[in-house]
């Protein structure tokens, strides 16, 4: 398995077990149906059924996923730290005979340290996660989506200089973000390197922003790679495509913040029952 690289905000809670700011967290108020795993190592750990409204200003669970969390009293020998069983990340702590709910557990978990997955699973599972920019995201979320092994794609943007950007704004290109999905996978069925021999594949990276009919920099070809294996078997792809005399216009990037889409944009073509215009197969390896 490999780690994902943290941010120096994300170090600051995961690895020196800080605390973000109660009321600003991503998933504070969110409540999609879902999964939600360690920022670090991808392993579940909350499902979205035990989330609550506690008001307390950080996301809350009554429960865990079965052997997903580990307790320890805390440095201030008061409170009860948890943290993820799989990397030992921090993830805050946990509070009992509150009575905020029937289990009478509340999981006070920085947002910073988790991420959401649009797919309720019920039992510890292995993942990876990657993010691909390849034009319209609907037609690289429908051909990605249809590979063995890919667990869940969601679309949103990535990329730019604000935080929670809506559709329009990114259309309007003054935030810089692009459109783009992000992959889980099980890498026992589907490698990081399969499957970003597939997304070369299904889009045309040699186009500089734009995809086909759609032009502007939200459409432009970029890999935003979570660790050091990732980095180096993109570059490796790559001039292995410039070696065919193909000129790689796609870019390589560290992660950023991930910001799901609006609903009507995910599973577009799956919902719609239609096909992609812009993105089709082509074999390139
Ligand atoms: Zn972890």
Redesign the pocket.
């Known amino acids: 398995m490999h780690f994902n690289n943290l941010s120096t905000k994300e170090k600051f809670v995961i690895l020196d077990k800080g605390t973000e700011m109660s009321f600003t967290g991503k998933y504070y108020k969110f409540d999609a149906n879902g999964t939600y795993l ?6 579940p750990l909350y499902r979205s059924s035990d989330k609550f409204d506690s008001k307390c200003g950080w996301a809350s669970f009554d429960d865990e996923i079965e052997g997903a969390i580990t307790r320890t009293v805390d440095a201030d020998g008061i409170r009860t730290e948890i943290t ?1 069983s ?4 921090h993830l805050g702590h946990v509070f009992e005979g509150e009575e905020f709910t029937n289990k009478n557990t509340r999981h006070c978990v920085n947002s910073v340290s988790i991420n959401f997955m649009p797919l309720e699973i019920t039992k510890q599972q292995k993942f990876e996660r990657a993010i691909f920019a390849g034009g319209c995201f609907w037609g690289v979320e429908y051909l990605l989506q249809k590979e063995k092994g890919v667990i869940s794609t969601t679309v949103g943007y990535i990329g730019g200089t604000t935080t929670n950007p809506t559709y329009q704004e990114v259309c309007s290109k003054t935030t810089g973000h692009t459109e783009a999905v992000e992959v889980y996978f099980n890498p026992d069925e589907i490698s990081y390197e399969t499957l970003t021999k597939v997304f070369f594949e299904i889009h045309d990276p040699t186009q500089i922003n734009r995809q086909g009919p759609d032009v502007g920099e939200q459409y432009r070809s970029e890999i935003f790679y979570f660790n050091n294996y990732q980095k180096e078997i993109v570059e490796k792809l790559i001039k292995q495509l410039e070696n065919t005399g193909l000129k790689i216009a796609t870019k390589l990037s560290p992660y950023s913040e991930f910001y799901i889409g609006e609903d009507y944009h995910q599973n577009y073509y799956k919902r719609k029952g239609s096909k992609p215009y812009c993105h089709f197969r082509t074999k390139r390896f």
């Not at 360690?38 to 392993?43: E, F, H, L």
């Not at 799989?86 to 990340?89: A, D, E, I, Q, R």
Request: hydrophobic share 10%.
């Open positions: 360690c920022k670090q190592c991808n392993a993820c799989n990397c030992g990340g």
